[in-house]
């Protein structure tokens, strides 16, 4: 049996899993991502190859890849790549990687072939491989976490753009955003720009039971405390998630003018609260996109989870290595 390892790294964790050729997770793992200062010793770069080594060398991974044949890493990375030398151009949520071999690192340690990728085009390979986009040949992946990543599926291919969804301009002179520019979409609309929006209301006086959370100091609330808190019924956070949903629909409109797409999917940390900003979603759709562009769009959720970046980085490994997506093609 053939093996890849699939690696995820984002924002805020990465995920590390060993996949079979037809798309079966047989190990995973989540880890911190981790994060360093740039007058530390130690690198990123150097710790994610520790973190690979640990997972590799538990007693778990070690009798699933016994009988098998491991043949490379599959790796997606939050941030612009260089797929021909195998570097980070530019990661504004990892920015200690700016600049990092991050191929050559990997191969150099594990002495096995590395594809690297950008997190959100891997995300979109694992929905098209085994998950929501299987019968879709035109699709938007969009992936909500610590920022905001876009994948594409084009033809039935994966699209080797950039696709910096989340960097489009949606607000003349808006927010300011990591990347450098002013009004992306990722500062309205992603668990950054949530917490963001809710310190700021906060710092204003607005009456919330996010006021009360980390023993008052609301300066550490995290997207998931808004999260429950908003599934308790308290208006400010479900308003963050509601504007948040307003913006993503406007993001979607501005996609489904441009490219003929049959479906958005939707997936990251925070699809959790699906059920509270999907409506403002396809209320800016119906508002912005073309009636005969949008009309039979449909706008899903991930049928992966969690693991979508991970298992695509290991679909992605089949493909360039062997030829082949895998058998559930």
């Given at each position: 049996?053939k ?35 740039p ?16 997972f590799l060398?538990e ?6 890849i ?17 797929r021909?030398?195998?570097r ?12 990092v ?24 390979y ?20 610590t920022?905001?990543?876009?994948g ?9 753009g ?5 960097h489009?301009?949606?607000v ?20 950054r720009a ?16 996010l ?10 609330i995290t997207?998931?405390?808004i ?20 913006f ?24 959790g ?31 992966l989870?969690k ?23």
């Amino acid at each position: 049996m053939k093996i890849a390892i699939g690696m995820d790294i984002g924002g805020t964790n990465t995920k590390i899993l060993l996949a079979s050729e037809d798309g079966n997770v047989l190990g995973r793992q989540q880890v911190p991502t981790p994060v360093v200062s740039p007058d530390k010793a130690e690198k990123t770069e150097a710790l994610l190859v520790k973190k690979l080594r640990d997972f590799l060398d538990e007693d778990s991974t070690r009798s699933l890849i016994s009988d098998a044949s491991v043949i490379g890493i599959g790796i997606g990375i939050a941030g612009l790549v260089d797929r021909e030398s195998g570097r980070v151009i530019q990661s504004p949520n990892i920015p200690a990687l700016n600049g990092v071999p991050v191929r050559e690192i990997f191969e150099k340690e594990f002495s096995l072939p590395v594809v690297l990728e950008n997190d959100a085009n891997t995300y979109a390979y694992g929905e098209k491989w085994v998950g929501a986009g299987k019968d879709f040949d035109n699709f938007v992946v969009l992936t909500l976490g610590t920022g905001l990543g876009g994948g594409i599926i084009y033809h039935g291919e994966l699209y080797e753009g950039p696709a910096e969804i989340g960097h489009m301009t949606v607000v003349s002179s808006g927010r300011y955003c990591t990347c450098g520019s002013y009004g992306c979409l990722e500062s309205y609309a992603s668990g950054r720009a949530i917490v963001d929006r809710a310190i700021s209301s906060l710092e204003k006086g607005a009456e919330s039971l996010l006021a009360k959370c980390c023993h008052g100091n609301f300066y550490k609330i995290t997207p998931q405390f808004i999260y429950e808190t908003a599934f308790e019924g308290d208006n400010l956070s479900r308003e963050v998630f509601r504007e948040a949903g307003q913006f993503l629909g406007i993001g979607i409109a501005n996609l489904i003018n441009i490219l003929n797409l049959e479906a958005v999917i939707i997936g990251g940390g925070l699809v959790g609260a699906w059920e509270i900003f999907i409506e403002d979603i396809r209320k800016e759709v119906l508002k912005r996109a073309f009636k005969g562009l949008s009309s039979n769009v449909k706008i899903m959720k991930s049928a992966l989870s969690k693991d979508a970046g991970s298992i695509g980085a290991a679909g992605l490994l089949f493909k360039r290595v062997t030829g082949t997506m895998g058998a559930s093609s």
